[in-house]
């Protein structure tokens, strides 16, 4: 009984744990495909379920309640300092720094810097001077009203000179601006001998507002010999869509390189430049000087400019000298006179270059200066050898310094040379007539006169105030 007992209980016990170990291996079944493939997960629990609904699992629970909506950064402004938003390192560059003094207390420090700021910005840059030890001397700041990306531009500080310094250190501050840089649009062209002539094209769709230009000359060990300022701009003080405008600077002695940099802003016009020769005006005769007849040190051109329009215009005229091989700048002058109809002068260019060639442009402006072209009566008759040239002032205003360009010609009309002089380096009265002798005209038979002026005056001026305590001429009455 004992042993039937026994192994009654034995059965039991071996049914029992198979039952467990069975529910155990299906328990591991589900957990692996509930891992591997979540179909087969709910077809078996469906299977056991016995077509009972289940509650969603804590997986798919999980997924719904950690769905996000992801949102867009918030844009902090810089942080703002007194002069604007405070400059990061990296957003500008110094690249050079001169310092030029002016006087014993005072210096010039211009530092070279670019931006690297997208877009177009208003700058101000502010500098701290520091002597050898590190103590603090002098600062101050400079404004520049646009520069754009990658644009190199230049900073004027005017220091204070404590004592000597020796460093300094920047601070850049940036505001947005409604300007737009206009340097990117310049192409320009440069001429280095004698001289330092610049041609500035506008190639850009907007007219360019003349912006200032500085030029460093240094000699072969870097110092700096001269500091120039230049800017390149028609009458208006523009360039012209299309234009091209120069500027000239002499060359200083021992001068082995230079350097310019150059600031400008883009207009709302888009003005187109104007043609070589205006309509308005004629180039009525052009007589030329050179060694052959009177002019050794280069050559001289003289154009008869006449304004052959219904209305006054004051004419500005640009002449451009360049290599008769290479086509390279050589110099460049221009000058200027008010026309009214039907009127004519002499507009007058020289080069030191004799085998330059040359290009006359004629640009007309309105205004509303007067012109006593007219009214100047200028006239002549030989004696002997010798021409007598008068110039009495018809008009009602004191012209500053009538200037008598006399045009000679032979017995056989040919062209001789152009004597040219001041009747009155100061002013003449009105009324009043001054006079001029050239000596040993033998060859000459019959001229032409032509008259300028440079200044005209309704009331009589003090010649030291036109001109300091450097006049030397008296005006000569009749």
Known sequence: MKRSLCKFLSVILCLALFSACSSDSKSRKRSRKDRDDDEEVTEEVEEETSEEETEPSVSETTVETTETTETEPVETEPPKGDYGYIAEPDMFTVNDFYVVPVEDDYVNAYVAFTSHLEGNHQVFLRATAYDAEGNKLDYTGSEIAVVAKDEEVLADLYFYQIGPIDHFEYEFFYNDTDKTSAIGDYTIEEGFDQYLVLAGTNNGSNVIKVGSGDAFFFDQDGNILKLDYFGFRDKQDEVKVGATEYSIMNRPENCTEYKIYISAERLDSNTPAAPLICPEAEIVETYLEDESNGFPDGRAIY????????????????????????????????????????????????????????????????????????????????????????????????????????????????????????????????????????????????????????????????????????????????
């Open 303 to 478: 154009s008869v400019v006449k304004n052959i329009s219904d209305k006054k215009y004051e004419f500005f005229t640009q002449t451009v000298f360049r290599d008769a091989n290479t086509g390279k700048l050589l110099d460049y002058t221009w000058g200027y006179e008010v026309l009214n109809p039907g009127e004519e002068t002499i507009m007058y260019a020289d080069s030191i270059y004799a085998e330059s060639v040359y290009e006359t442009r004629i640009t007309p402006v309105e205004t509303d200066y007067p012109s006593v072209i007219g009214q100047m009566a200028p006239n002549a008759y030989k004696e002997g050898d010798t021409v007598i040239l008068s110039v009495t002032n018809n008009s009602e205003y004191y012209v500053g310094s009538p200037y008598v360009y006399f045009v000679a010609f032979d017995a056989d009309g040919n062209y001789l040379y152009v004597h040219g002089g001041f009747y009155s380096a100061v002013y003449l009265d009105p009324g009043k007539t001054t006079y001029r002798d050239y000596e040993n005209q033998t060859k000459v038979a019959s001229w032409k006169l032509y008259i300028t002026t440079s200044g005209i005056y309704e009331e009589d001026p003090d010649p030291e105030d036109l001109y300091g305590d450097d006049y030397f001429f008296e005006v000569v009455d009749d």
